[in-house]
Structure formats: structure tokens, C-alpha cells
């Protein structure tokens, strides 16, 4: 069988390619190029799609003898990522452009790809296990052995068509076992850091980014309570999160924090620790994994971001690809925009995206600029 790698040139992918070629596959690795540096601002050298991170793959590459290639998508990552992710903190939500890079150029621009060179399948060096399950006749998208790497999280969008034609080899690996293959290959990257940051906006100054990419500064706003009360002025809207605290620049007698953001009125609106918790969230372009649909509630565990550990839910349908999880405890600072994953022990069951929190009934409301 022929593989598509895709290799970015950390030591994850760089293994993933190696691990592929032994098994006997017919292997071609590839550099997905996504951006130019008018777009991040800065030198490329030390970012993701840098001219140094496509110098390390293609030295991988030529030490395990595959053939090497590089894509070239950065229009359609201007406008399928970037502008999202732009207007979505204009819309008063934090987004999450992992998720769409992933969903959007690893999981189907590069299938496009796989398809026209007539290859079998692709291969990504993320931290995730396939397994089909023959009683249900579904692939299923497992946590990685090594929890502290899992990735699944940032692939709940996959299909199963995508979970079919991909393979993922460090899914069983710790990363230390990853990290001592690549040194005795003697590849380049061992011991390469991994990346951090959002990989457009690498100094992590998100806003800067923004203003950079529209060519305008954001407005100063107000900060106000729940009442309407004004607590002083903000930097813009776009600045805050749901859940800050810090760089508020507000004296109070008791800590506050951003509970809600407004972006038609250009507000922020503060208030305690305690008004942050909420059991209830309403979801939207859903997709399931474990399971076609949902008919009937469902007892789950979910997470709504990234590092936090999965909590006791109950995951009921609501509409045409909606959901609404509601927590057995609430949770602090569910913020639309994000991602909220649900899980059956160590299987994903799938996921979607956050628009509105504590909604008991009728149907969410989102800026359809965002979606």
C-alpha cells in the first residue's frame, strides 16, 4: 500500500514516516505550506512552515530514502483559517485554528491530494489510536497510550471515511520511545521542541496578528458589570477572554473577571469567579464518531478545552446537527468558540463547537460571520 506522510518537520511526523516505511509501505512524505511572512509578521525561521522545518523533513526524508514533496495551500488557508479565526474574536468568541487546519487541509485538502497521486492512505504523526469495532461496524478514535500527549481532542471532526484511509503510528508510543528512535536515526529534529503556539501567530500576541492582517486598530470600550455599570475602559473588545482576570488594569475591592463579551456595543462585562460557572452549553456543527446519532440521552464524560480532564455529563440531541451536554458539576468558563469533546472511557463519541452557554431551551444564536 502507497502512504501519504504529512511531515512538518518535528520529530513526531519524522517518526510517523519512518515507522510507516519499515511496516513496507510505498511512502511519499510531503510539507503542507500554508503561510508567507507577510502573514505572520516576523521571520519564518523559527516558526511552523518555516524554511528550517521544511529543511528538517526533507533531511528526514532523505535519510529514510522516500521521496519528498511540498504542497502549496496558502491562499486557501488565508481564507479558510485565518479569516475565521480573525472573525471569530471580532464576534466576541475565542476560536480554536488547530481544529480547522486539522478539519479543514491535513483531513481533506491533503485526501484531495492522496486521491490525485492515487495513493491509499495519509499518515500524521499525531498522538491518537483507530481501531475498527466489527460490533458496530464504525472506527472508533481512541486516547493515546501516552495520556500526557493525547490528541484526540483536535480530532473529533474526523469522519469515517477520513478514520478509514489514515493511520497514525505513535498512537501506541510514549513520547520518550518516539524521541529515542529519532536519535538513533540520527535525524536532525530528535530533540526538537514542539510547537506551542497558534503557528501563524508565534509571538503569541493574537491581537497584533489581527490588527497587522485587517490594517486598523481595534476601539477602546467599556468594562461594565451586569447591571450596566462602568468600571473603566477597555484596550477593545477583542483583547479579553471569557475567564480573564489578568491585564485588566481595574482596581476593585474583590477580583473580577471577563464573563461575557459584546461585541456589537463593544463591551466587556466583568464580574466574579463565581458568575463563570455554568452546567449547561449548547453545541453546533456536530460530529459523531462512536455513533451515527444520538436518539436518546446519553451518559458521557466531556471536556471543553484542551487540557482539562474530561467531567460527568449527560449528551442529549437538539436539533439538526446541534447538541446540549449538561454537566453534573458546572464548569468554569465555557467559552463559545471552543471545541467541547465527549467521551465513552477512552473512545471518543465525538464533538463540536461551543455557541451558547447555560441554554435550558429554544435554539442558539451565533453571528452566522462566524461559522
Known amino acids: 500500500m502507497k502512504a501519504l506522510i504529512a511531515m512538518s518537520g518535528g520529530v513526531d511526523s519524522s517518526v510517523s514516516a519512518f515507522l510507516m516505511k519499515e511496516a513496507g509501505y510505498d511512502c511519499i512524505g510531503c510539507t503542507m505550506r500554508l503561510y508567507e511572512n507577510d502573514i505572520v509578521g516576523m521571520d519564518l525561521m523559527g516558526t ?10 526533507k533531511s528526514v526524508a532523505d535519510t529514510i530514502g522516500i521521496e519528498y514533496r511540498i504542497f502549496h495551500y496558502e491562499n486557501l488557508f488565508r ?3 485565518i479569516e475565521p479565526f480573525v472573525c471569530s474574536y471580532e464576534c466576541g468568541r475565542t476560536p480554536n485554528p488547530c481544529i480547522e487546519c486539522n478539519r479543514r487541509f491535513k483531513f481533506f485538502y491533503l485526501y484531495k491530494k492522496l486521491e490525485e497521486l492515487g495513493l491509499d492512505l495519509i499518515v500524521t504523526g499525531h498522538y491518537v489510536r483507530v481501531e475498527y469495532d466489527d460490533k458496530s461496524g464504525r472506527y472508533l478514535l481512541k486516547k493515546a497510550v501516552d495520556l500526557s500527549k493525547d490528541q484526540s481532542y483536535v480530532l473529533y471532526m474526523l469522519t469515517q471515511e477520513q478514520l478509514a484511509h489514515t493511520r497514525f ?3 501506541e508510543l510514549e513520547k520518550t520511545q518516539v ?14 521542541g514542539d510547537s506551542q503556539d497558534i503557528c501563524f501567530v508565534p509571538d503569541g500576541d493574537y491581537v497584533g496578528f489581527m490588527e497587522r492582517y485587517r490594517n486598523k486598530r481595534y476601539e477602546p470600550g467599556e468594562f461594565v458589570d451586569r447591571d450596566g455599570k462602568v468600571f473603566g475602559m477597555t484596550k477593545g473588545y477583542v483583547h479579553y477572554t471569557i475567564g480573564q482576570r489578568k491585564g485588566l488594569g481595574i482596581s476593585a475591592a474583590n477580583p473580577l473577571y471577563v464573563t461575557e463579551i459584546k461585541p456589537k456595543e463593544n ?13 449547561t452549553l449548547i453545541a453546533g456543527n456536530v460530529n459523531f464518531i462512536s455513533v451515527p446519532s444520538i436518539d436518546e440521552p446519553m451518559r458521557i464524560k466531556a471536556k471543553i478545552r484542551y487540557r482539562q480532564t474530561e467531567q460527568p455529563a449527560t449528551l442529549y440531541s437538539y436539533g439538526h446537527d446541534m447538541i446540549k451536554v449538561v454537566f453534573d458539576e458546572p464548569q468554569r468558563a465555557i467559552t ?12 471518543v463519541v465525538g464533538g463540536g463547537t461551543i455557541e451558547k452557554v447555560g441554554c ?3 435554539e442558539a444564536e451565533y453571528d452566522n460571520r462566524c461559522t
Open 169 to 171: 503510528p505513535l498512537g
Open 79 to 81: 481564507e479558510e483559517v
Open 267 to 279: 463591551v466587556v462585562v466583568l464580574g466574579s469567579n463565581e458568575d463563570l460557572y455554568s452546567d
Open 360 to 362: 435550558d431551551a429554544g
Open 48 to 57: 511552523c512552515c518555516s524554511i528550517k522545518d521544511t529543511n528538517d523533513a
Open 179 to 192: 524521541r529515542k528512535i529519532a536519535e538513533k536515526l540520527g535525524f536532525v529534529n530528535a530533540n526538537k
Open 336 to 347: 463559545p468558540g471552543q471545541a467541547v469533546v465527549m467521551y465513552d472511557g477512552d473512545t
